[in-house]
């Protein structure tokens, strides 16, 4: 009627348009963040952290960041369920994995090796939870296979992982598509101490990487020190506490198939800033074989029956 405001009209589990909207734009930002992550990590190696200690030393500072939220919300740490908790410290595990194969391996290929979780996926729902395979989830399995033997076989080899940076990129893979399964299904946590379980599954599997992967380099010199400091800060505060608090929120706002999209970004900025910055860039066929591995990420997320909202 003339005159008088109509209502909008909303229910507690349909997030208004500003919430999705701003949580799109913070999948969006935590992708692309996730996509410099390499930055750090080899600024470390460079300062003489390299290995698995720059990793381990942030994890560690991550999980003193995060405490004061672990303390406030303990309860929810108490009551969350065996396998919810087993979850999201594997899921820490997964992205530890990923961060040390980014020091010993090329940025864009252990990327895209993590983004295969889709293949593992399909792989762990066939042979564990005995669910049919559809004719989308062979693609998934086609695409995504196809596209790993144009990016490893590029130079003439076994289209199989070759260093120990790309086993880990594909263990992260692996190990992030258990991870998350448990967590859609059993995690019942908050993004702080959620973040907080994350980063502590991270580092326990840093502390058994490193008596296998590298001996402790030694503190950076006294000239150096206070870089390396401020690049560990950065990398704990920044990846491993906001962005990763940012996704938990944001999943809570946003329908899966769009926050997976979004999440691409990070494939995008990993690769253009790897052959920028990093001298890395990929050739002819690895692109192929990286469009190959994304299009079966996007035929994942997206719904068969109806449309994204």
């Known amino acids: 009627m003339p005159g008088k405001a109509t209502p909008d009209i909303q229910t507690p589990d349909t997030p208004s348009l500003s919430s999705a909207q701003l949580a799109a734009l913070g999948i ?12 750090p990590i080899r600024r470390l190696e460079a300062l003489s952290l390299g290995g698995v200690w720059g990793s381990l030393i942030i994890a560690a500072t991550a999980c003193v960041m995060l405490s004061p939220w672990a303390i406030r919300h303990r309860g929810r740490l108490r009551r969350v369920s065996p396998l919810g908790f087993a979850s999201v410290v594997l899921g820490g595990a997964a992205f530890m994995c990923y961060s040390v194969g980014l020091v010993h391996g090329q940025v864009a290929v252990v990327i895209l090796l993590f983004y295969l979780t889709p293949v593992w996926s399909t792989l762990i729902e066939r042979f564990w939870w005995r669910w049919p395979l559809t004719g989308r989830r062979l693609a998934v399995i086609a695409l995504g296979l196809g596209g790993l033997g144009l990016v490893m076989g590029s130079h003439g080899g076994t289209p199989l992982p070759h260093g120990i940076g790309d086993w880990l990129g ?4 692996a190990l992030w598509a258990i991870a998350s399964s448990g967590m859609r299904a059993h995690n019942t946590l908050g993004p702080g101490e959620g973040s907080f379980l994350f980063a502590v599954g991270a580092l326990l599997a840093a502390l058994l990487l490193a008596p296998f992967l590298s001996a402790w380099p030694g503190l950076p010199p006294a000239e150096t020190w206070w870089r390396a400091a401020a690049w560990i800060a950065a990398a704990a505060g920044l990846w491993w506490s906001a962005s990763l608090a940012i996704v938990v929120w944001a999943a809570r706002h946003l329908p899966p198939a769009r926050l997976g999209i979004l999440m691409m970004s990070e494939v995008l900025v990993g690769v253009l800033s ?3 910055l990093a001298g890395e860039p990929l050739a002819m066929i690895q692109v192929i074989g990286a469009v190959l ?7 994942e997320v997206i719904p068969s029956r109806r449309r994204i909202d």
């Open 274 to 276: 790897a052959a920028l």
């Open 170 to 173: 594909l263990a992260s893979g």
């Open 28 to 39: 969006l930002l935590a992708g692309a963040l996730w996509g410099l992550y390499w930055w």
């Open 293 to 299: 591995v994304i299009a079966a990420a996007v035929l």
